[in-house]
């Protein structure tokens, strides 16, 4: 572990956090800045830097806790719909380098805006040959 990886210390118990779930690969605590009620951060405890480089099973540990905390999470806090996503890279908004998911629940009135595109030519035949390309 990288010894100032903030989740890592949390892990070891080193610095505090509302945890709500662990089990022998994952860790879920609270999001000391929540966007909703019941936001909570769920991350392997063997440390990686970020998704694209997480050991797949790994990752196959966190959505399973994931499944795991959905019904309670949104049973506790009343709602019915979240979103759950990584920051991957810091263009992407990633602030702390250990993979984590956010498990964010949503209301409908919440006034959150998800991501729309704009109108216009996105070339995605070209866009699409390349990611095949890069695959190949
Ligand atoms: P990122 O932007 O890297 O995807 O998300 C990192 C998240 O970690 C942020 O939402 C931030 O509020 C949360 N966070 C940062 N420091 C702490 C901390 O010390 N404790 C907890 N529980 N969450 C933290
Ligand atoms: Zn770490």
Same mark, same amino acid.
């Given at each position: /572990?990288? *010894?100032?990886?903030? #989740?890592?210390?949390?892990?070891?118990?080193?610095?505090?956090?509302?945890? &709500?779930?662990?089990?022998?690969?994952?860790?879920?605590?609270? +999001?000391?800045?929540?966007?909703?009620?019941? =936001?909570?951060?769920?991350?392997?405890?063997? =440390? *990686?830097?970020?998704?694209?480089?997480?050991?797949?099973? +790994? &990752?196959?540990? &966190?959505?399973?806790?994931?499944?795991?905390? *959905?019904?309670?999470?949104?049973?506790?806090?009343?709602?019915?719909?979240?979103?759950?996503?990584?920051?991957?890279?810091?263009?992407?908004?990633?602030? &702390?380098?250990?993979?984590?998911?956010? #498990? /964010?629940?949503? #209301?409908?009135?919440?006034?959150?805006? /998800?991501?729309?595109?704009?109108?216009?030519? =996105?070339?995605?035949? +070209?866009?699409?040959?390349?990611?095949?390309?890069?695959?190949?």
């Amino acid at each position: /572990m990288p *010894s100032d990886c903030l #989740f890592c210390k949390i892990i070891a118990r080193e610095i505090p956090a509302e945890i &709500v779930y662990e089990d022998d690969g994952t860790l879920a605590f609270l +999001d000391i800045h929540p966007i909703n009620p019941g =936001h909570t951060l769920i991350i392997p405890k063997r =440390h *990686s830097d970020s998704f694209a480089v997480t050991p797949p099973e +790994d &990752v196959a540990a &966190v959505m399973r806790a994931a499944q795991t905390l *959905s019904p309670a999470i949104l049973k506790a806090v009343g709602a019915d719909a979240f979103n759950f996503t990584a920051n991957n890279g810091r263009a992407a908004g990633q602030l &702390v380098f250990h993979t984590h998911f956010h #498990f /964010m629940p949503r #209301f409908a009135a919440d006034g959150y805006k /998800m991501w729309h595109g704009p109108e216009g030519d =996105h070339h995605l035949s +070209d866009v699409a040959a390349k990611i095949r390309a890069a695959l190949a």
